[in-house]
């Protein structure tokens, strides 16, 4: 069973940075996609960050030159730094992961299967 779990959130003034970091275990899909999304209260979950197997990198443009996603490949663990961090930047994080076949794009968040439990971000002004 695939199981992720998120850690690192916490409450921070504007400006200021977190790390939050995805383990994986019983994960060992050769090509997928693992990303970062979010939810505010009262508000839909979105997309921040997303990571393909080989390396390419995709963002939300409300946090592109902010939020950098990585991976440890031998830890199968997925890292968020976030930088310069907002008020409108505060929701619950959640991991996700999901396999791909080959030339696959990562899609929306609805093709995501495995899910962490979130990690709560609290930016204050």
């Known amino acids: 069973e695939v199981q992720l779990v998120e850690s690192g959130g916490g409450s921070v003034q504007a400006g200021g940075s977190l790390r939050l970091s995805c383990a994986a275990s019983g994960y060992d899909y050769s090509r997928y996609c693992m990303g970062w999304f979010r939810q505010a209260p009262g508000k839909e979950r979105e997309g921040v960050a997303i990571y393909r197997s080989g390396g390419s990198t995709y963002y939300a443009d409300s946090v592109k030159g902010r939020f950098t996603i990585s991976q440890d490949i031998a830890e199968n663990t997925l890292y968020l730094q976030m930088n310069s961090l907002k008020p409108e930047d505060t929701a619950m994080y959640y991991c996700?992961?999901?396999?791909?076949?080959?030339?696959?794009?990562?899609?929306?968040?609805?093709?995501?299967?495995?899910w962490g439990q979130g990690t709560q971000v609290t930016v204050s002004s």
């Open positions: 996700a992961a999901r396999g791909r076949r080959r030339g696959e794009t990562c899609g929306s968040m609805d093709d995501y299967q495995y």
